[in-house]
């Protein structure tokens, strides 16, 4: 039997009964340190969503009517760096920090102080990122990609964008060893590595890349700041440099960036699926090795976000082809969640309904990522709308949704409590309305010839521009309406059992709901059928 | 030559265009064959997952059949089978890509210069040369704050004062550079685009089948007016371009044989 402290506030160990700021400024806690990434990314959500919702009545028609253009351009660099790194990576992380302990049997993460302290820098460092809206010269405007020479125009922003982006760094590498440290050593007796949840495993994998392209930002990003201050010419011809060398460190760790985003979204919905077909996850070894396969082929194919730079033949040859071949391992995955579903025995519970958009969705992500790989064709669409609807198919119908899955999932395991699945399904198919008027136009938009990162355009791209922004407005209620659903549950939801889903299987689903403080203080007797891949014959 | 050009973009345009350069086939073959096979592998999956939620739900009655949980032959089949699919991919594109890069025998070469914000022009060894900017209705147009008018203004920040006059059947070797910052220069109806990058210099070609008016447009951010610097080709016979080439290395300044399509009245004097 899984043994659990069964007080269910915070008294326990402590002594005595921890205050606010002992509770929540120092937290050891990594529920209560998963519960400060979820919060901070959801408030950094709506700040990314604001300003993407600039954009897009900007964009709504043509002529220039809401912004200059050079806010416009503060906005989209905006945008993306909060989305990336302020909402999607510590949603990620707050999910880790919540249910990795969990699902192997341990007490709480490896190092739970430096646990604390990888969030506390992230209030920090965006403060700093959104006051240069406020500075003069405004916010970064050179894109989140930052590429030089223009983003050494830049004026005092530059300087406080990267420090900001440094902390976002420093925080997520210290998260990453903490989830190496964790699994590595503290699972429980029993828990063998090809025993243990895929959310682990791909969360494992996830943080060996952190590991290895953080680091490499930082370079990029700190000789952008000597280029600027120290008159280096890391990336100054005239001063011997090369500016598409930025383009390589940089991509070099983008490209594992964006496996970093996905991945932990593989092992959620790798979850969610058995639990509602009420099924093991179909091929759990080859899923392993899959994930595995993609995070490697996703350190060689950077310079395929480059291929119209100027590179030598060869090296284009070289980049389509590995490009290509990551969509083996990523369509393995995709043809084995299908098959996990087929000869289930199905419900489709609200987390359900995001995981099996999140298949269908994210599928339609891969093809046109299949499709840029193919350079002759990316000559045409590099630049265009054509990898703006691609990359936020994979980003928002991919892994947002992944995310959101797995609060609706897990939900009832922290509160104890279940939200109205009507209001749930309403949430979901109103998103499923509205993100795909937001995105699927914007594929017509590339292929018809506009062009990425402009306030204003021709009248011919109208229509579909104003199609696109009326998805945006629909989308940008969804994070309240969920907030308002979520919230809701805690006065008026039923209460929730602790295998609150009837299929879920794991460790998790052992403790009471909602999860008291500390769990697993000493390590729980496993028994392979309370695993969801207990059984190792395949 | 006052017709719509079939190359210009269209309203509710769905897909990209032919265009008029063999490259610019090449990428639309390249688009499409990709775009097929998509198309198919969607449907196999999508009606795979939708036969899944019809057939097993539980509320009709389905049980999981728990011990279907691996099948070494199927990992097999579904790896191999779009390797295959891959490889199919890769060998025209990889034809079409090397075609690309071959800029030998060109007929023509002309310099391009990416500017903060505008582009500059120069036919090597011929001696002209000559900034091309936004047409001035444009940038009145976007300053004010108003609806460009389709009727009035159907190139709106698709004009240019000065336009790239090319001869058509002719291999033009482009030769592409910046002075600030990095810049792109893309028109689709050649079918390529290509970075100005300050220092480098990198190369590119067409040859266009179809006298016309060709529009495009910067495609690499370079600050505040990136999607105020358009390009604008118009391809014309040989004998005009000889004509105008030897009058404009005379000291002429006629921007085209063509008339420019939102023809700007000189500002008035003082």
């Known amino acids: 039997m899984a043994a659990t402290t069964p007080v269910a506030d915070h008294h326990d160990a402590h002594g005595h009964k921890q205050g606010f700021i002992e509770r929540w400024f ?50 989209t660099a905006m945008h993306a760096l909060v989305m990336i790194f302020g909402a999607i990576m510590p949603a990620f992380v707050g999910l880790a920090n919540w249910m990795i302990p969990l699902q192997i049997g341990a007490p709480d993460m490896a190092l739970p102080r430096m646990n604390n302290w990888s969030f506390w820098i992230l209030p920090f460092a965006f403060a700093m990122l959104l006051m240069t809206l406020f500075l003069p010269g405004g916010a970064p405007a050179a894109g989140w990609t930052m590429y030089p020479p223009l983003s050494l125009q830049g004026g005092a922003n530059v300087a406080f964008s990267i420090f900001a982006i440094h902390m976002m760094g420093i925080s997520s590498i210290m998260g990453a060893i903490n989830v190496i440290a964790t699994v590595l050593n503290m699972r429980a007796p029993g828990m063998d590595l090809l025993k243990m949840p895929i959310f682990a495993w791909t969360w494992l994998i996830t943080a060996f890349l952190l590991i290895a392209v953080m680091p490499v930002l930082a370079g990029a990003v700190t000789m952008l700041l000597t280029d600027k201050f120290f008159a280096t010419s890391f990336f100054n011809a005239a001063g011997g440099g090369d500016p598409v060398m930025y383009q390589h460190i940089f991509w070099f760790f983008g490209h594992p960036e964006v496996y970093i985003m996905i991945l932990p979204a593989f092992g959620i919905v790798s979850e969610i699926i058995p639990t509602f077909s009420r099924k093991p996850l179909f091929g759990y070894q080859a899923m392993v090795y899959a994930t595995a396969a993609i995070a490697f082929l996703s350190f060689i194919v950077w310079a395929h976000h480059m291929f119209t730079a100027g590179m030598p033949l060869g090296g284009e040859i070289y980049f389509m082809y590995a490009t290509m071949l990551i969509s083996i391992p990523t369509g393995v995955k995709i043809f084995n969640w299908i098959t996990t579903m087929w000869r289930g025995s199905l419900t489709f519970e609200t987390p359900m309904l995001w995981a099996i958009a999140f298949v269908l969705l994210f599928t339609i992500g891969g093809f046109s990522g299949l499709m840029l790989a193919i350079v002759p064709a990316d000559f045409q669409y590099h630049d265009t709308y054509f990898v703006v609807a691609h990359f936020h198919y994979v980003l928002v119908t991919g892994a947002l949704f992944a995310i959101i899955g797995a609060i609706y999932y897990w939900w009832p395991k922290w509160t104890g409590r279940m939200y109205n699945d009507a209001w749930g399904k309403f949430h979901f198919w109103w998103t499923i309305v509205f993100v795909n008027l937001l995105f699927f136009p914007q594929h017509f938009l590339g292929l018809a ?30 994070p309240f309406l969920m907030a308002f659903i979520l919230l809701r549950s805690k006065k008026t939801g ?21 999860a008291p403080h500390h769990t697993f203080t000493t390590p729980p007797v496993i028994r392979d059928s309370d695993l969801a891949h207990g059984d190792v014959s395949h | 030559m006052a017709a719509a050009q079939s190359a210009d973009p269209q309203r509710w345009q769905l897909n990209m265009g032919r265009g008029v350069t063999h490259l610019s086939n090449n990428a639309y073959d390249a688009h499409m064959l990709a775009l097929w096979i998509c198309v198919a592998i969607g449907l196999a999956v999508f009606i795979a997952m939708g036969v899944a939620i019809v057939k097993f739900r539980k509320s009709t009655g389905a049980v999981a059949d728990t011990g279907f949980v691996h099948n070494t032959r199927l990992e097999i089949l579904w790896t191999v089978i779009p390797v295959i699919l891959l490889v199919i991919m890769a060998i025209p594109a990889t034809s ?5 890069y071959d800029t030998r025998d060109s007929d023509l070469t002309i310099k391009v210069t990416g500017y903060q914000w505008m582009w500059g022009y120069e036919y090597l060894g011929q001696d002209v040369r000559f900034i091309s900017r936004m047409d001035r209705r444009s940038d009145e147009i976007r300053q004010s704050g108003q609806r460009p008018d389709p009727a009035t203004d159907p190139y709106y920040l698709l004009e240019v004062d000065n336009p790239l006059v090319v ?10 550079t910046a002075d600030d910052v990095i810049h792109s220069w893309w028109v689709p109806a050649l079918g390529w685009k290509q970075d100005a990058v300050p220092g480098i210099v990198n190369e590119a070609w067409a040859d266009i089948s179809t006298p016309g008016i060709y529009r495009g447009q910067c495609a690499e951010l370079c600050g505040k007016d990136h999607a105020f610097m358009p390009i604008v080709v118009h391809a014309v016979t040989q004998d005009e371009f000889d004509q105008w080439l030897a009058s404009r290395r005379s000291g002429n300044n006629d921007p085209s044989p063509l008339a420019l399509t939102n023809a700007v009245p000189a500002p008035p004097a003082g």
């Open chain 1, 26 to 75: 120092f937290s050891t806690n990594h529920k209560d340190i998963g519960t400060l990434y979820l919060g901070f990314a959801f408030l950094m959500a709506i700040v990314g969503a604001a300003f993407s919702v600039v954009i897009r009545a900007e964009l709504a028609v043509p002529g220039l009517q809401a912004v200059s253009p050079h806010f416009f351009n503060q906005m």
């Open chain 2, 167 to 176: 001869p058509i059947d002719t291999k033009i070797r482009f030769v592409i």
């Open chain 2, 96 to 100: 079409k890509l090397i075609a690309m």
């Open chain 1, 449 to 478: 010839g506009m062009p990425r990162r402009i306030p204003d355009y021709n009248v011919v791209f109208a229509d579909w521009n104003l199609v696109s922004s009326i998805g945006a407005f629909g989308m940008f209620i969804t």
């Open chain 1, 494 to 514: 039923a209460v929730a059992p602790a295998r609150a889903w009837e299929g879920a299987r794991g460790l998790e689903w052992t403790v009471p709901s909602p």
